[in-house]
Nanobody, 122 residues
Framework: VQLQASGGGLVQAGGSLRLSCAASGLTFSSYDMGWFRQAPGKEREFVAGISRSGVSTYYADSVKGRFTISRDNAKNTVYLQMNSLKPEDTAVYYC????????????????WGQGTLVTVSS
């Protein structure tokens, strides 16, 4: 199984980025998907999750209204649209796959991507 995250980079505060995570080696439509992030010196934290059908989405309070998670099961890809970025959003962002019902707990996820760095300058 491979989850390949991409789309990170350097952006000014207030800007936008779109992260992608391409999955292979698993039946993508059978997995709930999540995005997590980890800033230097901090624990990995939940950002957003989406059900396998794409009907249900849920977000951390810190990103609600600014970030949007979506998926395209035909392309085996999950996305994270990030708008109105803030310096505190700076982190390595990871996508993850959960064969059970998606949760906010990283320990519940079965597969992880390698991460993509997002840096927001003030």
């Amino acid at each position: 199984v491979q989850l390949q995250a991409s789309g990170g980079g350097l952006v000014q505060a207030g800007g936008s980025l779109r992260l992608s995570c391409a999955a292979s080696g698993l039946t993508f439509s059978s997995y709930d998907m999540g995005w997590f992030r980890q800033a230097p010196g901090k624990e990995r934290e939940f950002v957003a999750g989406i059900s396998r059908s794409g009907v249900s989405t849920y977000y951390a309070d810190s990103v609600k209204g600014r970030f949007t998670i979506s998926r395209d099961n035909a392309k085996n890809t999950v996305y994270l649209q990030m708008n109105s970025l803030k310096p505190e959003d700076t982190a390595v962002y990871y996508c993850a796959a959960d064969r059970n019902l998606g949760t906010m707990r990283p320990t519940e996820y079965d597969y992880w991507g390698q991460g993509t760095l997002v840096t927001v300058s003030s």
